[in-house]
């Protein structure tokens, strides 16, 4: 046996250790605390900023004039114009509305079919293949959209084929993902014995599905689609490419209108001062939309929390 | 260089003195009306004992007694539970290690611990080993591997590795693993190892040499055992503690403390015996 | 019986939607790669210069805007986010400015992407006068990606077992020795797995990049303060402008390009999941 036995040799190097680690520490909890409040402090940079920069929106231009139904901004005299955004407004609901309809059933119902019904190997398949639908660029599923989902809508209605419903359904496509991937956690965090007391009660699958298991997942399906709705809100370039950009307020599913995002995208390069601001009012109504969203989903799931208890 | 040297020799010369000095005063560990919660909730109340020098002592009683809660209480490895809290006091070498001044850290290094699972890092057994010794800035090759090598002979563990210290730690056996993890303690030279169950998930063969091994560490160790397996504490420990939760809900209490002998075959308290008997006849 | 037949209408019905949502997928890469596969994997285009006026654009300088720009926005993202993720995995204990933190991190990863694009106008490129470069959308997309890599980093550090940490205190190790020797090196195919998945989503970001690197480029960008065109924002602004000719070649080129990297890496972060799982499942 070697001569270091006992506590001696470690003694000095101990010390020097504790000596050389005790500042480091707390240095670095310091350190590691900033980088965490950088979520925070982007954040707020975020909204002073947008705000900021529509403040002259509101104060030169009015509520009046911004929530109008007319949008004509004139670039050589933009204390002139028509900045009225309820257009757009009106457009992203409707957008967001329709791309639910496509993308909330089929992202529901895959997470069921993937949870449910399919056999292990094909389901795992085909979740794969819809988280790969996430990653695919919004261009890249815009520019489908404009090249096959428009000249279709197109010839099928006899119109341009831009609008809310080419819109709608490259929304559909976006949010589903989104749905699926929720929608199936909260189907697969449901306690097994909740299924098979079903089964064992002699219910056959859907009514398993339908009255046990999607009710004692509503909570989480529910958060899903609230995501999946922020998504849409938000979208700016592939509903840009597909859905004509006019300025009109429209209520038909194949006459072309604009979406917040969709116009801020159109318009900011030849904008500048209340135009400019104009614009960032929009984001800021965007901002808020998703900042709603958010808050909605923590009281969603708050009360699941407590009904739990 | 010399002078270095000088003062290590002097450090280790005041050293085997204070240890000699120690093993003759007797304790190395003074628990003092130790009461611990998690939260609200009492896990331990009122403990009081004593742990010589050199010794190993056994916790033994039925599970939830807050025998692993005792343990840890004793590096401080509950402080990483959030709010938990400890009142009392728990002198080692007659400094109360709940102090502020008292440094977690250097604690840690002189009072090692043993887990009921063997958790080798996934790295190869030499860097296992040499783990601590590197923390603490030991940067010479030959030196660690000096280390490394009289702490895995210690463990009993050199002759079946030595030709594969650059395996992963993970492609030895449990009881290896477990030999390992007791080896890397030994690494950072403690002076108490503080042991929680460490044969529960060994078969009877690696139990026995895990076994031998504590008693041959008992010569340069203070040791504190937590086991659920009362042969092992008859076997192996010099004192044996019955701690006991008597009542669903309420803290584990110390019921007896004394010599291993006299727990196992006269106990003074009615509740250690029949837990004895229940479980050891 | 009546139940048994609506059962087997419902599983129709599901297999039904579960088909669509993945024959989406192939009908999307398949429509995308017919367009412009063979565009695309010609070295004349992707190797090629672009062209502003006249036909045959390449879109060399647009990948190599992309590539520049996911590189510098992990430099700026990873450390940030790990060093959160770190900081709420292995320091904070689950109080209030944890949850505070968490909250911040959610609302931020809900937020339009449109809306980053007009912050990084307003900070980067008017406020602090950086104009449209690679430097100002590196910036923007950071803070995009940060609340995504924090929360990779901070599930990948947690699913490392209790035991090693406990372990390492246990020798004397201080907190941070243990996260930088034990906690990290474990938890690193999951944060690269997370990295690299991040690196897709870089590449794909056009709507916050629009205001903020610039759209269209004929050189291949060198200094990160200069003007860039990542191949996504490039692609939106060649549909839209519609300057040369043959837009609908370089287009449907360029979409297929994108698309390909973005499934590449996507596929590269399944792999490197994969083998690192399998590797766990051996030892």
Redesign the interface.
């Known amino acids: 046996?070697?001569s270091?036995?006992?506590?001696?040799?470690?003694?000095?190097?101990?010390?020097?250790?504790?000596r050389?680690?005790r500042k480091r520490e707390l240095h670095i909890k310091v350190l590691l605390m900033i980088c965490a409040s950088v979520t925070f402090v982007g954040l707020l940079l975020i909204f002073i900023f947008v705000f900021r920069e529509s403040l002259p929106a509101f104060t030169r231009l009015g509520l009046p004039n911004l929530f109008s139904t007319h949008w004509n901004p004139d670039v050589s005299h933009p204390e002139a114009g028509n900045y009225g955004m309820l257009p757009f407004v009106v457009g992203t609901l409707y957008t967001t509305l329709g791309g639910l309809l496509v993308g909330a059933p089929l992202g529901i119902g895959s997470a069921i079919f993937i949870d449910q019904i399919a056999p292990p190997k094909i389901g795992t398949a085909i979740g794969r293949g819809i988280e790969l639908i996430a990653s695919i660029p919004s261009v890249v599923i815009g520019w489908f959209g404009l090249t096959l989902l428009v000249p279709m809508i197109g010839r099928l209605t006899d119109t341009s084929g831009f609008g809310i419903l080419a819109a709608s359904l490259v929304l559909g496509v976006m949010v589903l993902p989104t749905i699926a991937a929720l929608s199936l956690e909260s189907l697969r965090a449901l306690p097994s014995e909740l299924k098979e007391a079903a089964y064992g009660m002699g219910a056959t699958r859907w009514q398993t599905i339908y009255k046990v298991l999607l009710p004692a997942a509503r909570r989480g399906v529910l958060v899903a689609v609230i995501l999946g709705m922020g998504r849409a809100i938000g979208e700016a370039m592939a509903v840009q490419m597909v859905i004509g950009n006019s300025r009109q307020l429209t209520f038909s599913l194949t006459n072309g209108t604009s979406t917040l995002a969709a116009r801020i995208v159109t318009d900011m390069g030849e904008s500048s001062g209340v135009f400019r601001s104009a614009l960032f009012a929009q984001g800021l109504i965007l901002l808020i939309l998703a900042m709603l969203l958010i808050l909605t989903i923590r009281l969603v799931s708050r009360e699941k929390k407590e009904t739990v208890r | 260089m010399k002078s270095n040297l000088e003062?290590?020799n002097l450090?280790?010369e005041k050293?085997?003195e204070v240890?000699k000095e120690m093993a003759k005063l007797g304790n190395k560990i003074e628990i003092r009306d130790l009461s611990m919660y998690y939260d609200s909730f009492k896990v331990l109340e009122n403990i009081t004992m004593s742990i010589p020098c050199r010794s190993i002592v056994a916790l033994i009683g039925p599970s939830g007694c807050g025998k692993s809660s005792l343990l840890r209480c004793i590096?401080r490895?509950n402080d990483?539970i959030?709010n938990s809290k400890v009142e009392g006091e728990i002198l080692l070498d007659g400094e109360n290690i709940y102090n502020p001044s008292c440094?977690v850290?250097?604690l840690?290094?002189?009072v090692?611990?043993v887990?009921q699972?063997p958790?080798?890092?996934?790295k190869s057994v030499y860097d296992n080993v040499s783990?601590?010794?590197q923390?603490?800035?030991?940067d010479n090759k030959k030196e660690m591997d000096?280390?490394v090598?009289?702490s895995l002979?210690?463990a009993a563990l050199w002759d079946e590795v030595k030709d594969k210290l650059r395996t992963?730690a993970?492609?030895l056996s449990g009881g290896q693993q477990q030999r390992l993890?007791i080896a890397?303690?030994l690494?950072?030279?403690?002076?108490v190892i503080l042991f929680d169950e460490p044969c529960s998930a060994l078969d009877p063969v690696a139990t026995q040499k895990i076994e031998d091994l504590l008693i041959e560490l008992k010569e340069?160790y203070t040791i504190v055992i937590v086991t659920h397996n009362m042969q092992q504490a008859a076997r192996i420990s010099d004192i044996t503690a019955f701690l006991l939760m008597e009542v669903q809900g309420e803290p584990g209490r110390l019921i007896e403390y004394s010599d291993t002998n006299k727990i196992f075959t006269n106990p003074s308290d009615y509740r250690t015996e029949r837990y004895i008997t229940g479980r050891f006849g | 019986m009546k139940a048994t037949r609506v059962d087997r209408i419902a599983t129709f019905f599901f297999w039904i939607l579960g088909m669509i949502s993945v024959g989406i997928l192939f009908i999307i890469v398949g429509e995308i790669f017919a367009r412009g596969l063979f565009i695309a994997l010609k070295p004349s285009f992707f190797l090629g210069k672009p062209e502003a006026m006249k036909e045959g654009g390449g879109i060399l300088p647009m990948i190599v805007s992309s590539i520049y720009l996911a590189v510098l926005t992990l430099l700026i993202s990873l450390p940030l986010s790990l060093g959160a993720a770190i900081y709420l995995a292995e320091y904070s204990?689950?109080g209030k400015i944890t949850r505070f933190i968490r909250f911040c991190a959610d609302s931020l990863s809900s937020l339009p992407s449109i809306v980053f694009g007009l912050f990084g106008l307003a900070i980067f490129v008017v406020r602090l006068g950086w104009g449209y470069c690679l430097i100002s959308g590196a910036f923007t997309l950071a803070l995009l990606n940060l609340p995504t890599l924090m929360r990779s980093a901070e599930e990948s550090l947690k699913s490392v077992?209790k035991?090693?940490?406990?372990?390492?205190?246990?020798?004397?190790?201080?907190r941070w020795?243990t996260v930088r020797?034990?906690v990290v090196p474990?938890s690193l195919p999951g944060i690269i797995t997370g990295t690299v998945l991040s690196i897709g989503r870089i590449m794909g970001e056009s709507a916050a990049l629009i205001f903020t690197t610039g759209t269209f480029i004929r050189k291949i960008p060198l200094n990160p303060f200069q003007t860039a065109a990542p191949l996504a924002v490039n692609i939106w602004y060649t549909q839209s402008e519609a300057l040369v000719p043959d837009y609908r070649n370089i287009v449907n080129g360029g979409a297929a390009f994108l698309l390909l990297m973005v499934l590449v890496v996507n596929l590269v972060a399944r792999y490197i999941g994969k083998f690192y799982r399998r590797r766990k499942g051996l030892?």
């Not at chain 1, 036995?5 to 010390?15: E, N, T, V, W």
């Not at chain 2, 923390?135 to 030991?138: A, C, E, F, H, L």
């Not at chain 2, 690494?187 to 002076?191: D, S, T």
């Open positions: 046996m070697l270091i036995s006992g506590p001696s040799l470690f003694i000095k190097q101990a010390m020097d250790y504790l050389s680690i | 003062v290590e450090i280790v050293d085997k240890g590096n490895m990483l959030p440094e850290i250097e840690r290094r002189r090692g611990m887990f699972k958790n080798p890092f996934p783990f601590g010794p923390v603490m800035g030991i000096e280390i090598e009289a002979k210690k992963s993970l492609s993890c890397r303690a690494a950072v030279q403690p002076e340069n | 204990r689950g077992p035991t090693y940490r406990e372990a390492s205190l246990s020798l004397g190790a201080s020795t020797q034990v474990s030892s």
